[in-house]
């Protein structure tokens, strides 16, 4: 079946514009988490979906940052007044539970944003 | 929280050696290792993984260690091949009301034709 998928694949905007990032999981995966990957450094989380609901928002970087999901389904990472140092590649992934001893995280190819 | 720490950051090995990445991990609630390869330009891919119960696991070309008294686990790449050049990430992850993973920095390997 899909995969997991985002869009857009590459974002160009300027400083202090609002971009909004989207996620679709894989189709019945109730898990999904969204992360961040700077040019050359590892994978930063952000924030973790169970459902709709959030039980772990701790890696957002301010308030700038916000994700919504809705119908257990789509997912999607907003970022207000962006800043140059948000320039990065942002990953979501999805697995099938996320409660489990064993729960392979599948990625999408990402969105690279680059703020002006 | 959790903390994952990963060496080399890059790692350069002749066609046919073996590469060794090795990962230190700090809460001993950790009980579920999985380790990612990601390819350049393309998303990171489960390759192999390791629960807390178990010492070694075999896949092919691919093992992984893990010592639970030391809070350290490794990857064991055999007989690389240049299509094993990519970046490895480990992660730990503690059993709870949700999986969240926490992944070390990344270790870039070439593998050298």
């Known amino acids: 079946g899909a995969g997991v998928s985002q869009s857009p694949s590459n974002k160009v905007t300027e400083k202090g514009k609002d971009v909004e990032l989207r996620c679709d999981p894989i189709?019945?995966?109730?898990?999904l988490y969204w992360y961040r990957q700077s040019l050359g450094q590892g994978l930063e989380f952000l924030i973790y979906f169970q459902g709709n609901s959030a039980p772990d928002k701790s890696g957002l970087p301010s308030d700038r940052f916000s994700a919504e999901r809705t119908g257990g389904s789509v997912s999607t990472l907003t970022i207000q007044r962006t800043q140059q140092e948000d320039s990065a590649v942002y990953l979501c992934?999805?697995?099938?539970?996320?409660?489990?001893?064993?729960?392979?995280?599948?990625f999408g190819p990402g969105t690279r944003l680059l703020v002006l | 929280g959790e903390n994952v720490e990963q060496h080399p950051s890059t790692l350069s090995v002749q066609e046919g050696d073996s590469a060794v990445i090795k990962c230190t991990y700090s809460?001993?609630?950790?009980?579920?290792f999985p380790w990612y390869k990601q390819e350049l330009g393309k998303r990171p891919q489960l390759i192999i993984d390791i629960r807390s119960n178990v010492g070694e696991k075999k896949d092919q070309r691919i093992a992984v260690t893990l010592n639970k008294t030391a809070k350290h686990f490794s990857l064991h790449i055999t007989e690389t091949q240049p299509e094993d050049s990519a970046v490895y990430f480990c992660?730990?992850?503690?059993?709870?009301?949700?999986?969240?993973?926490?992944f070390g920095i990344g270790t870039k390997l070439q593998v050298i034709p």
């Open positions: 992660a730990a992850s503690i059993s709870g009301g949700y999986q969240k993973v926490t």
């Open positions: 189709s019945g995966h109730t898990a």
């Open positions: 992934a999805s697995s099938l539970r996320g409660g489990g001893l064993r729960e392979t995280q599948y």
């Open positions: 809460d001993s609630a950790s009980n579920y």
